[in-house]
């Protein structure tokens, strides 16, 4: 048999209203409750499921016709068995039809359990599209409580009332600040603006926690010093972050989590088998990360040769594209400048990232001389994404940092010094 399925009441006084999306076609089969329209109003985005299952036969409407209940939607061929599935609580209906009923529950969204994660290919309807253009959003971010997957007007207004609350950044209005005084308008670089999107997005995404310590280096120091003194002949500089790289990459050996990655659904952690560090550079331009890759497997000479050299070509513009891809965890050093503490944001889709402050010279209390010392005390932070590490974990990973650079015969790479020609 064949059974024509109408629009029926939407209630609240809704009389004519869009499709937005003509989600089955002709020859389709379907199941009752499957989708077969979707409305735009002006309140709402509505579903309209089919009453029952069967094959559709005709298609009625197409997207951008205006609609009001009564309307034919589609006609559905309906096999014996079906039909008679439906008999009984047909029967039941029509029973009830004499008499006077209330106007039935306009149809609505049902959002499934839980919502899905963002999806670059989502369906949304037209309306939504339109809206999410406007509003400069982009759609692969939401998250999704429609049927089979479907991104819903609802979806998208609850992640703006989300950003509204505090996920995003409120837009600044326009200032003029001559009135106060002379101005100069300096547009940013590619770099800086790059820059500013990427940590604006990990600022919002990632729930940041930074976890701060400090390490005796007065013993590695000496190390550092004399090596200092032996490579300066063959002007090799070596500098502090070396050994600090070397000292990483054995804790993130020992503690793989911090050099991971987490899928964009939230829900599988990937874990690198190889350790690629990205250096922040402080350049003309702004900010660079060239990547150090396999720092586990080289000393500390040798990193101290490459750092000079990435670091010289990310000054003068030289850096390839490949260059600043694939690092596992970042380390920003702003000793060689100053400062004790700062907060370094994460750099997606690195989990952590250790920011490092200026060397000073601390007393510190020595148990057996029951005496205070002086030594060189090196404070550090650690930023990480807790969504994957835990503050436990964090505060284990810089105590073992300070464990090692305290005994700098415990960091693995760090030659003897006076065999500079070997
Ligand atoms: N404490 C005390 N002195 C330190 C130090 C520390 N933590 N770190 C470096 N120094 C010393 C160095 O040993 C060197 O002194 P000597 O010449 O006497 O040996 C001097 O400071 C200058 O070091 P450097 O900065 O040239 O070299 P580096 O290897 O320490 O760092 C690089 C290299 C490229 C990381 C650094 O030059 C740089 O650009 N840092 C800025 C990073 C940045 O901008 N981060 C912010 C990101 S978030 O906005």
Avoid: C
């Avoid at 008999?87 to 969204?109: I, V």
Wanted: hydrophobic fraction near 35%; charged fraction near 30%; charge should be negative.
């Amino acid at each position: 048999m064949t059974k024509d399925i109408i629009l029926p009441d939407l209630g609240e006084g809704i009389d004519e209203v869009d499709i937005s999306e003509v989600v089955v076609a002709e020859g389709d089969s379907i199941k009752a409750e499957d989708t077969l329209i979707v409305l735009e109003s002006e309140k709402a985005s509505m579903e309209i499921p089919s009453e029952q299952n069967g094959k559709v036969k005709t298609v009625y409407v197409k997207v951008g016709d205006q609609i009001k209940p009564g309307d034919k939607i589609v006609s559905l061929e309906i096999s014996d068995q079906d039909a008679a599935a439906a008999a009984a609580p047909e029967k039941e209906s029509s029973a009830k039809k004499s008499q006077p009923k209330p106007d039935p529950e306009p149809p609505t969204l049902k959002p499934t359990s839980a919502p899905l994660p963002p999806s670059k290919s989502a369906h949304a309807s037209p309306g939504v599209r339109r809206l999410a253009r406007e509003l400069e959003i982009d759609l692969s971010q939401v998250p999704r409580t429609g049927r089979k997957g479907r991104l819903t007007k609802e979806d998208l207004h609850n992640y703006i009332k989300q950003r509204m609350a505090g996920g995003g950044p409120a837009p600044m209005p326009e200032i003029d600040f001559s009135p106060w005084g002379e101005i100069e308008e300096q547009p940013l670089n590619k770099i800086k603006r790059i820059t500013g999107e990427r940590m604006q997005q990990a600022w919002n995404t990632i729930p940041h926690v930074t976890q701060y310590d400090k390490a005796d280096i007065t013993d590695l120091d000496i190390t550092r010093k004399a090596l200092k003194k032996d490579w300066a002949k063959k002007e090799v500089k070596i500098t502090f972050l070396p050994f600090l790289m070397k000292a990483v990459a054995q804790v993130l050996e020992e503690m793989p989590e911090f050099n991971s990655s987490l899928n964009p659904a939230g829900d599988v952690l990937i874990l690198k088998k190889y350790i690629h560090l990205g250096i922040a550079v402080d350049t003309p331009q702004g900010l660079m990360v060239p990547v150090v890759r396999d720092v586990n497997k080289k000393d500390v000479i040798a990193l101290s040769k490459e750092l000079m050299d990435v670091s010289e070509r990310a000054r003068s513009k030289k850096i390839k594209l490949d260059e600043v891809k694939g690092a596992g965890f970042s380390i920003s050093s702003l000793g060689g400048i100053g400062g004790t503490y700062f907060s370094p944001i994460v750099n997606p889709p690195e989990v952590a990232i250790l920011g490092v402050s200026r060397t000073a010279m601390e007393p510190v209390y020595n148990e057996k001389e029951k005496t205070f010392k002086p030594r060189s005390i090196l404070p550090y932070s650690l930023s990480y994404d807790h969504r994957v590490i835990d503050g436990a974990s964090a505060a284990r990973f810089t105590a073992r940092l300070a464990e090692l650079l305290s005994d700098p015969d415990s960091i693995p790479g760090i030659p003897s010094a006076g065999k500079e020609d070997k």
